[in-house]
T-cell receptor, first 112, second 105 residues
Framework: DAGITQSPRHKVTETGTPVTLRCHQT?????MYWYRQDPGHGLRLIHY???????DKGEVSDGYSVSRSKTEDFLLTLESATSSQTSVYFC???????????FGSGTQLSVL | KNEVEQSPQNLTAQEGEFITINCSYS?????LHWLQQHPGGGIVSLFM???GKKKHGRLIATINIQEKHSSLHITASHPRDSAVYIC???????FGTGTSLTVIP
């Protein structure tokens, strides 16, 4: 699993509240990604990072921000959660040498 | 606009059958990934390939770069193969919506 841990695994929150999801890796991979998975859409890229403090937007970045102050941690923040952000969120890394993708276990987020 | 199209969306097979899942893509790529997701479970990388064919156990993945097409084959399918199979391409990765496979004993 390339040492990827997501927290929390489940979260229920109310509309308008801030939410932060954490992705932690133990193997010093440079590239980290946040995706959301929704029925009928497959996985969609929210933000990605190619190093400490180096991040960029993905396909569905509106309403989300990220931070990477350390190699091992990539945080996804919903500044003011909306019901449309109810989803399963996956963190992933890609190995620099092999290019293989490894995913965290996912976070089920419900915004009521 | 879907950069990655998978077919079929759903597939039911009898145990022992040979299964093929297809992936077509429209972007230029350096590699294509096949992933597996069990119900309620995480996502596991099965293959990464940039040309030709790869085999792992009963799973075989092929890719034709010129035709922008890849196939995932499962030989002698088993109920434990029941999962969603996802194709992914591109640098930051575009994903297909997945093929839901059910193998009946």
């Amino acid at each position: 699993d390339a040492g990827i841990t997501q927290s929390p695994r489940h979260k229920v929150t109310e509309t308008g509240t801030p939410v932060t999801l954490r992705c932690h890796q133990t193997e010093n991979h440079r590239y980290m990604y946040w995706y959301r998975q929704d029925p009928g859409h497959g996985l969609r890229l929210i933000h990605y990072s190619y190093g400490v403090k180096d991040t960029d937007k993905g396909e569905v970045s509106d309403g989300y921000s990220v931070s990477r102050s350390k190699t091992e941690d990539f945080l996804l923040t919903l500044e003011s959660a909306t019901s449309s952000q109810t989803s399963v969120y996956f963190c992933a890394i890609s190995e620099q040498v092999s290019g293989r993708l490894f995913f965290g276990s996912g976070t089920q987020l419900s915004v009521l | 606009k879907n950069e990655v199209e998978q077919s079929p969306q759903n597939l039911t097979a009898q145990e022992g059958e040979f299964i093929t899942i297809n992936c077509s893509y429209s972007v230029g790529i350096s590699a294509l990934h096949w992933l597996q997701q069990h119900p309620g479970g995480g996502i596991v990388s099965l293959f990464m390939l940039s040309s030709g064919k790869k085999k792992h156990g009963r799973l075989i993945a092929t890719i034709n770069i010129q035709e922008k097409h890849s196939s995932l084959h499962i030989t002698a399918s088993h109920p434990r193969d029941s999962a969603v199979y996802i194709c992914a391409v591109g640098n930051q990765f575009y994903f297909g919506t997945g093929t839901s496979l059910t193998v009946i004993p």
